[in-house]
């Protein structure tokens, strides 16, 4: 019969092959371990929905079962193979061999797409998930947590701590979380915003500051962070991002270090341009609305730009944010609108200024 | 008994490994990471696939269902430690709780290194004999628990014994067929190399590494036998240090100038290159090899590993 051809059968028994005699139907393979086929000898079947197909460098292997067990030999040359191969083929075209039937180019394009699609779908719905979850109450534990960590290695200025505490407190920062300020003794020209109300104020930008303006700009920037909740933001976002990273890298182990290296990297945390000009706008209106004028958010600033270039590097309040320039001319197109308005006196906050300045 | 050599080969192409990369990142993104255990399945398959060791692949025939069901349970299991490490830290009984969770990962490392060798040796199949892994899980487990406490006590001296100890308990209860593996490393000389590996390296300025690195893994290879009744086959390395140099290289440069992109050409290349440099030869009959290990399908210990990064003892 011409249908029927020699193959090398593998029998799970044994490891060797032998050569037997093979046909195949519709619907699967017929093997009869004879060397002239005899029609009164018994023959094995295999259904083709049992079968795959392993090729290996021009050698067809035709896996006979699930378990890699039986299986048959030939090249894949024959005349008959291709018609073998559809055959085979038939039963097993689930979504990854369809997909491996693309050119590499289209595949390329198609995970770029998916994984930017999914990045940006993600980092947008886990923190508005996460900010739904966490309550101001749950913040402000966090937000305590964190100040203790962060304060066990530095040297803290208790007497500047609670005369600044002083003045922050003359002013209306928030409605929602308590300010507390900490005073780390420190020359480096920064401060920041802690999740649930904490602000830390390194002394040396107290030190570099020359009106009392200047501070109730830098508090009311540093408050806008606490109650726009950014550092949260920032943390679920980054954490977001790292899950995702995970996930395509195919480590799930990556995924728990991520959670847990978020939390102890809050600090060098850096926000995004639009929640440090979200920042910047409410923190000025913090200043209108405490009746002090928004140009001393300019001038903190403009202070600040020249001290940058004088000594690069100390300066983070300015540094992780690239355009100082185009928020230094927003904080003066603010300025400008609140020109005619008249600011009082503030015998008060100056006087609590002045101590701290001493 | 006849003499022969043997001859294996990696016959992947990096292109191929690359599609089905990008394939499995593609629907691991669709299903938000749940199709992870068939991307595992896709990988491995192919890799095993393309080896060839006397004109006969090897074939993987684990499943993403299989390893799916392994992930389940491993997830269960991980979310179970970490919920009781949370309830004693907020009972205020800090140290109870970490001594627990350590306590469980002592026993969770060793546990899913079994099970792991378990179900993929039972997974593995050459010229249709399945490989199978009969190491004890209890015995096992003392020998790392054992280890892992003479380790800190020494302050890690004693961990090229238990390196090896743990490699020997393993490969030495790998079977295929009814051939068995038998590892002979010892820690005595496993800690000299380690030692001299460290000192020269420093000394030449990292220039021997790549000679250590060829030594560690002759190490590895040259003491491994398989064994059949009174028949054997020996494993050699025939790369040298220079080989070695030009693999780890160029790996790096491959690396570093597509920003990781051409891992999975990394893969294969490295897969080549050790196939390339291990030549094995002896008097075993594959030929004559029974099928002889059991039918195993739980895979909690393969996901477990994963969970814990323990690739490194495969």
Known sequence: ?358 | MEYNKYIISFRGNGLDYFKIQLINIILTAITLGLYYPWAKARSLNYLYGQTVFEDQPFVFSGTGTEMFKGFIKAFALLGLFYASLIVCILNKAEVAGILLFYGCLLLVMPLSIHGSYRYRFAKTTWSGIRFGYTGNKWAFVRLFIKGVFLSILTLGIYSPWFLMDMRRYLICNIRIGNARFAYKGVGSEYFLLMIKGYFLTALTLGIYYFWWQKELFAYYVENMRLTKNDETMLFRVNATGGDFVGLIFVNLLLFIFTLGLATPWIVVRSLHFIMQHITMDGTIEFDLLRQEQPDYSDATGEDMSDFFDFGFVI
């Open chain 1, 1 to 358: 019969m011409k249908y029927i051809h020699k193959v090398i059968f593998f029998d799970g028994l044994q490891a060797g092959g032998q050569t037997v005699l093979m046909y195949f139907s519709e619907t699967g393979i017929f093997i009869q371990q004879t060397e002239e086929w005899d029609a009164g000898r018994p023959v094995l079947f295999f259904p083709f929905s049992d079968c795959t197909l392993q090729m290996v460098s021009g050698n067809a292997h035709v896996l006979l079962n699930r378990k890699g067990t039986q299986y048959m030999t030939l090249s894949a040359d024959s005349s008959w193979f291709p018609e073998l191969q559809t055959r085979l083929n038939r039963l097993n075209r689930n979504v990854f061999a369809k997909l491996f039937q693309l050119n590499v180019l289209v595949l390329v394009v198609l995970a770029i797409a998916l994984l930017a699609g999914a990045y940006l779908g993600f980092t947008r719905l886990i923190p508005i998930a996460g900010l739904r979850l966490i309550t101001p109450e749950y913040e402000m534990k966090l937000g305590e947590q964190f100040q203790k960590t962060f304060i066990s290695g530095e040297e803290i200025d208790p007497v500047k701590t609670k005369q600044l505490q002083s003045f922050a407190t003359s002013l209306k920062l928030s409605k929602t979380y308590p300010i507390q300020i900490t005073v780390v003794k420190n020359t480096e020209l920064n401060a920041f915003a802690l999740p649930g109300g904490h602000i830390v104020v390194y002394s040396g930008i107290i030190h570099a500051m020359k009106d009392a303006d200047e501070m109730v700009a830098l508090l009311g920037h540093e408050s806008a962070h606490v109650n726009g909740r950014h550092s949260l933001r920032a943390v679920l976002r980054s954490a977001a991002t790292g899950i995702l990273i995970s996930v395509v890298l195919n480590d799930v182990s990556g995924i728990l270090a991520v959670v847990i290296d978020n939390a102890s990297m809050l600090h060098s945390l850096s926000y995004s341009r639009s929640m440090e000009e979200a920042a910047d706008e409410n923190g000025m209106q913090t200043m209108v609305q405490n009746e002090i004028n928004p140009v001393g958010m300019k001038k903190l600033m403009l202070h600040f730009k020249s001290a940058e270039a004088e000594m690069p590097g100390t300066y983070s309040f300015l540094s992780s944010h690239p355009d100082t320039d185009s928020r230094i001319k927003h904080a003066d197109q603010f300025a400008a609108t609140h020109k005619n308005s008249s600011f009082a006196a503030k015998p008060v906050l100056d006087s609590l200024w002045l101590q701290l300045k001493h």
